[in-house]
């Protein structure tokens, strides 16, 4: 019992002092400390430190830095190219003014399905929101949801081939690629847009009726992206578009057809790791993906960036935060874990049924809202838990593209909890605060998903994976 005090102690510093802005990468390690010394009155902090949390940040690069660095290149690259703001301003010319909700739903959907990093839509997407709630009076207080729902919900974790980091995680861990179980992932997505696009709607209505506008913000100013205005004019739709369906088009291609027919029995000797493609193919596939859709976005809007060299060196600087930050709390997971008081918890929630697609939503749920990262949330259950559900899964016959869809799709729930990270950092863009936006936030970014993971997980019992 002291051991869990010492872990419920630590979580709720890292929660604290991050809500209040502390670095996770500092907090990460003095708060896997205190949770250490509880557990273990003697416990060896330097050589936990050394041997268990910093190997553990070292492999979780080792696995994804590539995605996290090409993501921001290619993000950089749409947003100093003018092709963000094109795709953004495109959408709402189709959907009309009258519509700003859907316009800005679907503008950042587009965006962050096509691989920009959702911090990028964030700032690319703003302005035009807030142009466009100004003059359809909408409160203000509902633009920080209305990106939250395109850019972290149903493009991030359910449909199918999206690039984001929350739908690779699990490939090494039950041999599948970003395209696990394409059907229930789509019912998923849909689940969350028509659910969320509703809610938001039903409460634009009802804050009219109220008699409430866009409100008085006297010191508001137009956020704007950190880059310089590209040169020249924006470039046409087309143009815009095209790197994001490279993405999407090549990711399934090479996880489907290219990777799957390479030569890759090399990989099985101990200089490659002693893997198989089947547990790197759609990492590969990602990265080669994201890597020709950069090549040809360069080639197509080379004219209209001022310095290509800076966007990219930007992007790739742009990269490392974010990668360190979810780096340190695996890495904290990774020290919590060792514990033999976590032994316990983990046991506990795994008591709490056998059914093993609903025991990894629950395990990577709770994770994802203790640390606040969808990514670190489930990076630390599946390193738990993973090779457990799955070996369980293959007795009971069960598809691993289920448990990927599931992880995926649990770790988009309780990781927008107040102190994640991702929230107060679009609070922060959208100059609100909790107060005033987080309540939509977290209907639209927690309670839909976790309802679409309920209904994904109850016809994949009726139906089957598909």
């Given at each position: 019992?002291?051991?869990?005090?010492?872990?419920?102690?630590?979580?709720?510093?890292?929660?604290?002092?991050?809500?209040?802005?502390?670095?996770?990468?500092?907090?990460?390690?003095?708060?896997?400390?205190?949770?250490?010394?509880?557990?273990?009155?003697?416990?060896?902090?330097?050589?936990?430190?050394?041997?268990?949390?910093?190997?553990?940040?070292?492999?979780?690069?080792?696995?994804?830095?590539?995605?996290?660095?090409?993501?921001?290149?290619?993000?950089?690259?749409?947003?100093?190219?003018?092709?963000?703001?094109?795709?953004?301003?495109?959408?709402?010319?189709?959907?009309?003014?009258?519509?700003?909700?859907?316009?800005?739903?679907?503008?950042?959907?587009?965006?962050?399905?096509?691989?920009?990093?959702?911090?990028?839509?964030?700032?690319?997407?703003?302005?035009?929101?807030?142009?466009?709630?100004?003059?359809?009076?909408?409160?203000?207080?509902?633009?920080?949801?209305?990106?939250?729902?395109?850019?972290?919900?149903?493009?991030?974790?359910?449909?199918?081939?999206?690039?984001?980091?929350?739908?690779?995680?699990?490939?090494?861990?039950?041999?599948?690629?970003?395209?696990?179980?394409?059907?229930?992932?789509?019912?998923?997505?849909?689940?969350?847009?028509?659910?969320g696009s509703a809610w938001l709607m039903f409460r634009a209505r009802r804050a009219r009726l109220a008699g409430e506008g866009y409100g008085d913000h006297a010191q508001e100013k137009v956020a704007a992206s950190p880059t310089p205005t590209p040169a020249g004019q924006m470039p046409s739709f087309a143009v815009a578009i095209m790197p994001i369906l490279l993405v999407l088009v090549l990711n399934f291609v090479f996880s489907k057809y290219v990777v799957p027919a390479m030569d890759s029995d090399y990989l099985a000797l101990p200089k490659y790791g002693k893997t198989t493609v089947s547990a790197v193919g759609g990492i590969w596939s990602i990265i080669m993906a994201m890597l020709i859709a950069c090549v040809v976005l360069i080639g197509l809007t080379w004219k209209r960036f001022q310095n290509v060299r800076q966007s990219v060196t930007d992007g790739a600087l742009g990269s490392m935060l974010p990668i360190l930050n979810v780096g340190s709390e695996v890495a904290y997971g990774a020290v919590i874990a060792s514990l033999a008081s976590f032994l316990l918890v983990r046991d506990w929630l795994m008591t709490l049924t056998d059914n093993p697609i609903i025991g990894l939503a629950i395990v990577v749920n709770v994770l994802a809202g203790i640390t606040g990262s969808s990514s670190g949330g489930m990076s630390i259950a599946l390193q738990a838990v993973g090779q457990t559900y799955l070996e369980l899964a293959q007795a009971a016959g069960i598809s691993p593209q289920i448990l990927h869809r599931v992880a995926t799709l649990a770790s988009g729930g309780l990781d927008v909890l107040p102190h994640s990270g991702a929230v107060i950092t679009l609070l922060a863009i959208c100059q609100m605060n909790h107060r005033q936006s987080y309540f939509d936030i977290f209907m639209v970014s927690a309670i839909f998903p976790l309802t679409a993971m309920v209904v994904v997980i109850v016809l994949n019992g009726m139906f089957g994976t598909f």
């Open positions: 019992m002291f051991g869990i005090l010492g872990i419920v102690l630590s979580l709720a510093l890292l929660i604290g002092l991050a809500y209040r802005g502390w670095n996770v990468i500092v907090l990460a390690p003095i708060c896997a400390t205190v949770g250490l010394l509880f557990g273990s009155l003697d416990a060896p902090v330097i050589a936990t430190y050394t041997q268990v949390f910093m190997p553990a940040l070292g492999n979780y690069l080792i696995k994804f830095f590539p995605l996290f660095l090409l993501g921001a290149v290619f993000g950089k690259l749409m947003d100093d190219s003018g092709c963000a703001q094109t795709i953004a301003h495109k959408i709402v010319e189709w959907t009309g003014r009258e519509r700003a909700i859907i316009a800005i739903i679907l503008a950042c959907a587009v965006l962050t399905y096509g691989g920009v990093s959702l911090f990028v839509v964030a700032f690319a997407v703003f302005p035009v929101a807030m142009q466009m709630f100004r003059e359809g009076n909408l409160p203000k207080r509902l633009i920080p949801a209305s990106i939250a729902l395109g850019s972290f919900t149903f493009t991030m974790t359910a449909l199918p081939g999206t690039p984001a980091i929350q739908n690779a995680i699990p490939i090494p861990y039950f041999h599948t690629d970003t395209f696990a179980a394409p059907g229930l992932g789509i019912i998923a997505a849909l689940v969350m847009f028509v659910c």
